[in-house]
């Protein structure tokens, strides 16, 4: 298996923009994790699927963020419109059900300037 | 309180020595806890979980938990150079089935 998939790699945009990230999970699993990473709040989890379906949404910061996940090997993290404090990396990670390991994605750096 | 918790570091210890990395956590009925490690710019990869009280060895690595205090430990034996990471605690409350994340302890081997 490929793992999971995140695209892109990196990303620079600027103030007021839209971002969209996308990632690819694991072939089979059932859970989908997103989590952002910072030096100052280490890895923050900012939303989690199970069979497609938003549980707990939480950690997301505010309204400019937001999440979908149209089908099992897809979803997509999205910042309207971004801000320079969004700059961090950005992780996808999934798994197969509960008590299982997570796999992580490589990650997407985002920089807003 | 943070749900849970990890020394920042950075922790140095010698090649060869032990390093013995901690964490608490606030939710008693959590069942499923993990020790990640990242090595920088890289994405976290797994070492160990643990699902049961006592002690659960892999190579070079064992973890501890107990319930009890709400505590759960990752030690290394015959530390390594390529041991030099940060070391992320994660807890899953049963609840809800959400994973939480320790802010990691940075751990340096030093020849």
């Known amino acids: 298996d490929a793992g999971v998939i995140q695209s892109p790699r990196h990303e620079v945009t600027e103030m007021g923009q839209e971002v969209t990230l996308r990632c690819k999970p694991i072939?089979?699993?059932?859970?989908l994790f997103w989590y952002r990473q910072t030096m100052m709040r280490g890895l923050e989890l900012l939303i989690y699927?199970?069979?497609?379906?938003?549980?707990?949404d939480s950690g997301m910061p505010e309204d400019r963020f937001s999440a979908k996940m149209p089908n099992a090997s897809f979803s997509t993290l999205k910042i309207q419109p971004s801000e320079p404090r969004d700059s961090a990396v950005y992780f996808c990670?999934?798994?197969?059900?509960?008590?299982?390991?997570?796999?992580f994605g490589a990650g997407t750096r985002l920089s807003v300037l | 309180q943070k749900e849970v918790e990890q020394n920042s570091g950075p922790l140095s210890v010698p090649e060869g020595a032990i390093a013995s990395l901690n964490c608490t956590y606030s939710?008693?009925?959590?069942?499923?806890f993990f020790w990640y490690r990242q090595y920088s710019g890289k994405s976290p990869e797994l070492i160990m979980s643990?699902?049961?009280?006592g002690d659960k060895e892999d190579g070079r690595f064992t973890a501890q938990l107990n319930k009890a205090s709400q505590y759960v430990s990752l030690l290394i034996r015959d530390s390594q150079p390529s041991d030099s990471a940060t070391y992320l605690c994660?807890?899953?409350?049963?609840?809800?089935?959400?994973?939480?994340f320790g802010s990691g302890t940075r751990l340096s081997i030093r020849p």
């Open positions: 643990i699902y049961s009280n």
């Open positions: 990670a999934s798994r197969g059900v509960a008590g299982d390991i997570q796999y």
């Open positions: 939710d008693r009925v959590s069942q499923s």
């Open positions: 699927f199970n069979n497609n379906v938003p549980i707990d």
């Open positions: 072939s089979g699993h059932n859970s």
């Open positions: 994660a807890v899953e409350y049963s609840s809800a089935s959400k994973i939480i």
